[in-house]
């Protein structure tokens, strides 16, 4: 009879394998995870264009830029967002000032929109549902005031309109926490660097491991249901 050991050689390779594979992926996970949204190298701003015809500009502040700036790209009716900072103190700021978290910016997206395909009120109802206004000073994975909520109407008309949609938004909001998002007029606003700019259309895998990696869309799910956008 033979009473040797079982040659497990080939299942110790195969689990080996299998080890350094998980090691290896967790490595990569981590490194898109920790430097999405490093400050660049050499920072440029991004062109300002002249506004087409007839359009109308709005001014929202929903955390990450990257991801406000994609979920309005969605809506029919937009004409071009941009990424930048607007509610702080000091001009012309750069990301990585505004990441210091001392010049008291928000991350916010220029809308230009056609008012004849979608209305200012109907942008702010769509807001809503993009982000979590039950916390102040952070969304999702990102804290601080640069990663606050806000709306920055760019006339009393549109502040008075952002006002009506929050008082039906209270009225109606799946969640029973407070609404905590500022509603205020806009300040100055000034676009972010070139490389910040459709970032997730120019860094499409980049930006979906961020964005999923943050926990954004799970959280949106579980506060709005089937309300939340995009």
Known sequence: MNTSAPDTT??????AYWLALAIIL??????FYATPRQAPDAPGRAV??????GSEVALFAGGCFWCTEADFDKVP???ATTSGYTGGKTANPTYAEVSSHTTGHAEAVQVVFDPRQVSYRQLVDYFWRTIDP???DRQFCD???PYRTA???????QLQAAKDSLAALEKTKPFTEPVVTQLQMADDFYPAEAEHQNYHQN????YDFYRKGCGRDARLAQLWGTKAKP
């Open 151 to 157: 709306i920055f109407a760019t006339s009393p008309e």
């Open 77 to 79: 009716g937009v004409l």
């Open 48 to 53: 300002t264009t002249a506004l087409p015809a």
């Open 10 to 15: 080939p299942k110790r390779s195969k689990r």
């Open 143 to 145: 804290i601080g005031t």
């Open 26 to 31: 967790a490595l990569i996970g981590w490194w």
């Open 134 to 136: 039950t916390v102040k």
């Open 203 to 206: 860094n499409p895998v980049r």
